[in-house]
């Protein structure tokens, strides 16, 4: 089914007030209690904030950019904007100063909001760079005290400039609603690729409402869902669940107290619809696993056995396959012993549907969760599809697929294997730059998606191989996939991140991000003294390890016809964690593959050229934006 | 100049007048006048031994001196028994870090309330009418210090298993809780790394500009105190030395002397 889309954003709201008005739409923990907000409340909320818009004098069509953590109000603010005919912009909230000067003067925003003084900071840093800016609203007042009021206006305050005037502006906004429809523009995404300047993504009411309606089906979601909001806001991913969907099915959205409560409040809410890229899975396992290596004797053997169990029946039970009675009794033990308890100490007791994106996912890892009895699906997709371009269907899922079109999708893979697609979500073009729109979408509409992948005949499920431009050949012609290399290799809880090179080249090398927290409690356990990252990055033992987890790749890809040409011949483990503000990653942490090869261009050389250690300096940017040298000297190793 | 005269009495809170503290032989203050105006970040420094903490046991009434007066809010202060010294709302934190290690760290910092509470033993044993409503309201001033000194995500962990620099925000948070209306501060910085200083020496700005607290501090990184301090006062050897804005007491002749000794 895919009727036209007859609805906006604002108009689904004013639905939910009618239809679940006394139903909690939004909860936020403040002062250690979640505050709660019906659909109602939150439409009163929305309309008063529209008011205060109107009354700084907000034209139809300008561009108003949110910047902060996720917070209800700041959700509110957007869909405010949205009520004016406004566009809402939202930032990545930990982008330094540049990256946000630059957003902020390309979409040209005449006001921003910011979450707290932070925020505030940087924007006002970055004046010169946006010129059409005019205003700033803060919700936070902390620390704002003795700033300059002129432009800078607190968010209660809009309120007392509603009430010198309400009559006019509430006429003002009954005329602005009546005409926003659904083919204009909701809201603009700046992605932020892993080569170039950002790109800002529109997409209007129908491609964010088409999509959330079809991924909703597609999972059967309902008003009952609760979900977690606390992935970036500048991602299109929350915007679709936490606003898309949220507003389709009318489900609540909790926002935690901050980020570092963040897991705490996850067990708090149980969320029964849960997202999150790779690195979280990952990361709350090592944290899992660290604990477990802590526990006692007793409970760590309890652990040790039924997760065997697990690995071994746990997965055939989530697809639906049979197992003997003996193994499922087993199953149903460990169920109360081990599986239930772990769920609840992750939070994800009551998820009915999980999924990952973004990257790929490690098999162990995603096998670990659907073992324990978490339906954790995967999805592939991206801004300008508003997100969903394939999901995996519940009992159809596996570690190296990433599912089936989703509803109204049509893929297309040329014959270079680049996927395309189309759908109603489908982008409405790139921001101020109708080249980069040409060279990406054509005019029927089909989308280049960068990736290379092929579709699994057996069951119509896509494969995706790694990025388009990534994909090369050896110098004996072997193809050169760097990408399904690295994710062989992070599958490590040692293994942070990693860059692999050898596009024509004789043999492939990589270069190692230890993991902090899962080697440091190694070395904590094993005595091993160190007073820096860089110093246990460099430590022999730390390096050992690693050459066995690279070994252990090897073994796989030797066995893999195809990838054959890929093994690592050579590593070094760097000194220096890569980071988004250095612009090593992107704000998804994805690897900004060029950059770092320019970079860090005397370690590439070095890693062909025979030589056992290098010394190196690199630039680093401290968060709040200043920079400074380190320079270490580097061991290279041979597997 | 003397402080005490050029100011007016109803912009200071505190005013020491001619304080002599004596343990049996040995003079720990001798003679040392100086006051602390509402609002103001007052900071004691000198060197080790100088009588800074008994200047603090003497303002907050720990220690009665022998000599002198101490004027608190315009009134003469007497000798103050143990649980009047807790309801002056004059709030401290230790140069020893002294809070209930077993304790979570909102337990602890409810603790600073406990003078607010005044419900009886039954009622608080049955946590019924009084008492449940004098802990949620106690606990919602308790959860905006939380708030103010970003501390959520340890409100339930004991206070023996944080790191040093955390366990001092906490034991300002119990300070804080008791809402003083002076803050006494020994050695807020004492053990911390830099990035630690700077996150203490912001929240004592943001208190003192936010909240509006007084503050008194004792403080050896020099740097700190000269970047926090309205107005330094030195003491050296139980003796005032100098008074005055950070500038003019870092360009003293008797401070670099006391700092740096003289050849005799």
């Known amino acids: ?639 | 100049m003397d402080q005490t005269e050029a100011t007016n009495r109803n912009d200071t809170l505190m005013d020491i007048v001619k304080v002599t503290l004596r343990f049996g032989g040995v003079k720990a203050l001798s003679d040392v006048s100086f006051n602390i105006q509402r609002g103001e970040i007052r900071a004691i420094i000198g060197p080790n031994g100088a009588g800074k903490s008994s200047m603090l046991n003497v303002i907050n009434g720990f220690y009665t001196p022998q000599e002198g007066e101490i004027w608190f809010e315009g009134k003469l202060r007497p000798r103050l028994k143990p649980h009047q010294i807790a309801y002056q709302r004059i709030a401290r934190t230790f140069q020893n870090i002294a809070l209930f290690e077993g304790m979570t760290v909102l337990d602890n910092m409810m603790t600073g309330r406990m003078i607010y509470m005044k419900s009886g033993l039954l009622s608080q044993l049955a946590w019924w009418g009084k008492a449940e409503r004098e802990e949620t309201e106690n606990r919602l001033i308790v959860e905006k210090i939380i708030d103010f000194l970003e501390i959520q995500a340890i409100r339930k962990t004991p206070v023996g298993m944080l790191p040093y620099g955390l366990q001092k925000r906490v034991e300002l948070g119990r300070a804080l809780a008791a809402e003083p209306m002076l803050l006494l501060l020994d050695e807020p910085m004492a053990g911390m790394n830099n990035e630690e200083k700077e996150d203490m020496c912001r929240f004592i700005l943001d208190v003192n500009e936010e909240l509006g607290t007084t503050i008194a501090l004792i403080e050896h990184d020099m740097g700190v105190v000269m970047d926090l301090a309205d107005r330094v006062v030195v003491i050296d050897h139980g003796e005032k030395i100098a008074d005055g804005q950070p500038d003019e007491v870092r360009n003293d002749q008797n401070v670099i002397d006391a700092y740096l000794g003289v050849s005799h």
């Not at chain 1, 066995?559 to 070094?572: H, P």
């Not at chain 1, 483990?573 to 593959?593: F, I, P, S």
Request: hydrophobic share 35%; net charge negative; with cysteine.
């Open chain 1, 1 to 639: 089914m895919t009727t036209a889309v007859s609805y906006t954003i604002p108009e689904l709201l004013d639905r939910n007030a009618e239809k679940y008005g006394d139903q909690i739409a939004n909860r936020e923990k403040e002062f250690g209690i979640w505050q709660s907000w019906t659909w109602k409340e939150v439409q009163n909320q929305v309309e008063e904030i529209a008011l205060g818009y109107l009354a700084l004098g907000i034209k139809e069509g300008d561009h108003i950019a949110v910047l902060g953590r996720n917070r209800p109000k700041l959700y509110w603010s957007m869909v405010a904007a949205q009520r004016i005919g406004a566009v809402p912009v939202p930032i990545y909230q930990d982008a330094v100063g540049d990256e946000i000067g630059y957003v902020l003067g390309h979409c040209e925003a005449v006001l921003a909001i910011a979450g707290d003084q932070e925020q505030v900071d940087k924007i006002l840093e970055q004046q010169d760079k946006c010129k059409s800016l005019e205003q700033i609203i803060y919700l936070d007042p902390r620390g704002l005290r003795n700033y300059d009021h002129s432009r800078l206006h607190s968010f209660a305050s809009l309120h007392d400039a509603v009430d010198q005037n309400r009559k006019k502006y509430e006429k003002e906004l009954q005329a602005r609603q009546e005409k926003i429809s659904p083919e204009k523009i909701c809201v603009i995404l700046y992605t932020s690729g892993t080569t170039g300047n950002p790109k800002g993504v529109v997409l209007s009411h129908v491609n964010i409402i088409s999509a959330s309606r079809d991924s909703s089906e597609f999972d059967s979601l309902s008003q009952k869902e609760t979900v977690l909001a606390y992935l970036p806001m500048a991602w299109v991913g929350d915007f679709i669940f936490s606003i898309g969907q949220a507003y389709w099915n009318g489900f609540c959205v909790n926002c935690p107290e901050s980020s570092q409560t963040m897991m705490h409040d996850l067990r708090e809410i149980g969320p029964s619809y849960f997202f999150a890229p790779p690195r979280v899975f990952e990361s709350l396992l090592t944290t899992c696993m660290i604990r477990i290596e802590d526990a006692g004797k007793i409970k760590r053997s309890m652990f040790q056995y039924f997760m065997k169990h697990a690995r071994k029946v746990g997965v055939p039970i989530m697809t639906g396959e049979k197992i003997s009675p003996t193994e499922s009794l087993i199953y149903r033990i460990g169920e109360i012993l081990v599986y239930g308890p772990l769920r609840n100490v992750l939070g994800l007791s009551r998820v009915r549907v999980g999924y990952t994106a973004g990257e790929a996912i490690g098999p162990e890892i995603f096998d670990f969760y659907r073992s324990i009895g978490i339906n954790l699906k995967q999805l592939y997709g991206q801004t300008e599809a508003s997100v969903f371009i394939t999901s995996q269907p519940d009992g159809e899922v596996e570690a190296d697929s990433v599912g089936v079109p989703g509803q109204g999708v049509e893929l297309r893979i040329d014959d270079r294997g680049e996927i395309f697609y189309r759908s109603p979500g489908t982008f409405i073009e790139y921001y101020k730059n109708p080249e980069a729109t040409k060279s990406t979408k054509d005019k029927d509409g089909w989308v280049a998606t960068g990736d290379a992948g092929f579709i699994d005949e057996s069951n119509g499920h896509l494969k995706i191989i790694d990025r388009a431009k990534d994909v090369g050949k050896m110098a004996n012609g072997k193809l050169f996939a760097p990408k399904y290399v690295e994710n062989k290799l992070k599958f490590f809880p040692d293994i942070l991140e990693t860059v692999v090179f050898g596009n024509n080249r004789e043999y492939c090398t990589a270069m190692v991000n230890i993991d902090l927290v899962s080697v440091g409690n190694w070395a904590e356990r094993n005595n091993v003294v160190y007073s820096s990252y860089q110093e246990l990055a460099g430590h022999p033992e730390v390096y050992k390890i690693i050459q066995n987890y690279v070994r252990q790749v090897n073994e796989d890809l030797a066995g893999d016809e195809k990838l054959s040409g890929c093994i690592v011949k050579r590593f070094l483990v760097l000194h220096k964690e890569l980071d988004a503000d250095d612009g090593e990653l992107t704000r998804t942490r994805k690897v900004r593959r060029g950059v770092i090869e320019d970079k860090y261009s005397d370690l590439v050389t070095a890693l062909y050229d025979g030589s056992k250690e290098i010394h190196t300096t690199s630039e680093v940017t401290y968060e709040d934006g200043r920079k400074g040298f380190i320079s270490a000297t580097l061991k290279i190793l041979d597997v």
